[in-house]
């Protein structure tokens, strides 16, 4: 859980400084006030990269050159500095600091302070959105999970851009075929890891979120039981490890690759897809299944995380109450409940669950001269 939170020009925080409690978190306020940059903050203090954007510099204040995020997790001081390109505070090179307890480290040392779960309304479209969505969830919680996998999944990335650039120049007659040799080791090795690991993550992830769709919809759960398939375009054969049928897949694809000038297969384009008794579930869903199918997954992910050293993480709820039915909403709020610590956001207090408001602490997020502001405040907004 977190204990403090220090903002110092964070989007519309000019500084900000906050105490928390165990329990429930309620924030509330209006649209655009800052309540998903609150929780932003404490996705930053957890991973060191934000899950609204890939460019640091947005989150760095108008007319600032370093933002920080500083907290307390646990009895341990997190920092997370961002700076901004071009500016004076960039002259050392450093686009982004982060310090445990005063040493500088790397993101990947942040989860073993602080671990988050985040359900926010874009997860809405986890079902029937892009793969890229999809993926985007398997890879965070893979990180999170697995030391190795972010260090996998960057080596992969760069191989795959080098690997596209060379693909372009040998359509273009500037470079030759032999010189894929040197990249496709690394895109085989790190890609063969990554979809290892994703396999063992959906592995371990299919009992938590069949008990967890069978708690909230039981009803669905009778006709069949939710679950994640891996959907990918090198699938490997009998006796064939993940590189290896990566490696056939690319020696299959190559003169197509050539002619695209693009790499065609590999775990950057595969899927994670929900089913349902063996059928895709985003084909048939009702906007209720959809939903149920979200939630039960953020459960699942919950369950999952906390059975790693029986530490629960910080979960944290951005309005996504009101995309709920009664009865989701009360199967939440009996999770919440039972968690050390959660953030809820919601831009008024009346819309959240009566049993929730009861136990809960009270925040309002407001605009304010210097920037946004956050108070504690009544548990009933005032008429």
């Given at each position: 859980?977190?204990?403090?939170?220090?903002?110092?020009?964070?989007?519309?925080?000019?500084?900000?400084?906050?105490?928390?409690?165990?329990?429930?978190?309620?924030?509330?306020?209006?649209?655009?006030?800052?309540?998903?940059?609150?929780?932003?903050?404490?996705?930053?203090?957890?991973?060191?990269?934000?899950?609204?954007?890939?460019?640091?510099?947005?989150?760095?204040?108008?007319?600032?050159?370093?933002?920080?995020?500083?907290?307390?997790?646990?009895?341990?001081?997190?920092?997370?500095?961002?700076?901004?390109?071009?500016?004076?505070?960039?002259?050392?090179?450093?686009?982004?600091?982060?310090?445990?307890?005063?040493?500088?480290?790397?993101?990947?040392?942040?989860?073993?302070?602080?671990?988050?779960?985040?359900?926010?309304?874009?997860?809405?479209?986890?079902?029937?959105?892009?793969?890229?969505?999809?993926?985007?969830?398997?890879?965070?919680?893979?990180?999170?999970?697995?030391?190795?996998?972010?260090?996998?999944?960057?080596?992969?990335?760069?191989?795959?851009?080098?690997?596209?650039?060379?693909?372009?120049?040998?359509?273009?007659?500037?470079?030759?075929?032999?010189?894929?040799?040197?990249?496709?080791?690394?895109?085989?090795?790190?890609?063969?890891?990554?979809?290892?690991?994703?396999?063992?993550?959906?592995?371990?992830?299919?009992?938590?979120?069949?008990?967890?769709?069978?708690?909230?919809?039981?009803?669905?759960?009778?006709?069949?039981?939710?679950?994640?398939?891996?959907?990918?375009?090198?699938?490997?054969?009998?006796?064939?490890?993940?590189?290896?049928?990566?490696?056939?897949?690319?020696?299959?694809?190559?003169?197509?690759?050539?002619?695209?000038?693009?790499?065609?297969?590999?775990?950057?384009?595969?899927?994670?897809?929900?089913?349902?008794?063996?059928?895709?579930?985003?084909a048939f869903a009702?906007?209720?299944?959809?939903?149920?199918?979200?939630?039960?997954?953020?459960?699942?992910?919950?369950?999952?995380?906390?059975?790693?050293?029986?530490?629960?993480?910080?979960?944290?709820?951005?309005?996504?109450?009101?995309?709920?039915?009664?009865?989701?909403?009360?199967?939440?709020?009996?999770?919440?409940?039972?968690?050390?610590?959660?953030?809820?956001?919601?831009?008024?207090?009346?819309?959240l669950d009566p049993?929730?408001?009861?136990?809960?602490?009270?925040?309002?997020?407001?605009?304010?001269?210097?920037?946004?502001?956050?108070?504690?405040?009544?548990?009933?907004?005032?008429?």
């Amino acid at each position: 859980m977190i204990e403090t939170l220090r903002l110092t020009d964070l989007r519309a925080y000019g500084t900000l400084e906050a105490r928390f409690e165990a329990g429930p978190q309620l924030v509330w306020g209006p649209n655009a006030a800052g309540k998903t940059s609150l929780l932003e903050a404490m996705v930053l203090l957890a991973r060191g990269g934000s899950h609204r954007t890939t460019t640091d510099a947005e989150l760095i204040r108008w007319g600032a050159d370093v933002a920080r995020i500083e907290g307390h997790a646990g009895g341990d001081a997190v920092e997370v500095a961002l700076v901004r390109p071009g500016s004076i505070a960039a002259a050392g090179g450093a686009r982004k600091r982060i310090r445990v307890n005063g040493v500088a480290r790397r993101a990947a040392a942040l989860s073993e302070k602080l671990r988050v779960v985040l359900f926010a309304p874009e997860d809405m479209l986890l079902v029937v959105g892009s793969p890229s969505l999809r993926r985007a969830v398997v890879d965070q919680l893979a990180s999170s999970l697995f030391p190795a996998y972010a260090a996998d999944l960057a080596t992969y990335g760069r191989a795959l851009q080098q690997r596209n650039g060379l693909l372009r120049a040998i359509r273009d007659e500037t470079a030759s075929r032999e010189e894929l040799r040197y990249w496709d080791q690394p895109l085989l090795d790190a890609g063969g890891a990554v979809v290892a690991a994703r396999h063992e993550l959906l592995r371990r992830l299919a009992a938590p979120l069949r008990a967890a769709h069978a708690e909230i919809a039981p009803d669905e759960a009778a006709a069949g039981s939710l679950g994640l398939e891996y959907v990918t375009n090198a699938p490997a054969g009998p006796d064939e490890t993940p590189r290896q049928a990566l490696a056939r897949r690319l020696a299959e694809t190559a003169e197509k690759e050539l002619w695209n000038g693009t790499t065609l297969v590999g775990p950057h384009r595969d899927d994670a897809a929900f089913v349902m008794a063996g059928r895709d579930l985003a084909a048939f869903a009702s906007r209720g299944q959809q939903r149920t199918a979200i939630l039960a997954l953020k459960l699942a992910e919950l369950d999952l995380v906390t059975a790693t050293d029986g530490r629960p993480p910080l979960l944290l709820l951005d309005d996504v109450f009101s995309e709920l039915d009664p009865a989701r909403r009360a199967h939440l709020v009996r999770r919440i409940a039972a968690l050390p610590q959660a953030f809820v956001t919601t831009t008024t207090l009346e819309d959240l669950d009566p049993a929730l408001r009861a136990i809960a602490t009270p925040w309002q997020v407001r605009p304010g001269e210097g920037g946004a502001e956050l108070t504690a405040s009544a548990a009933t907004e005032p008429a």
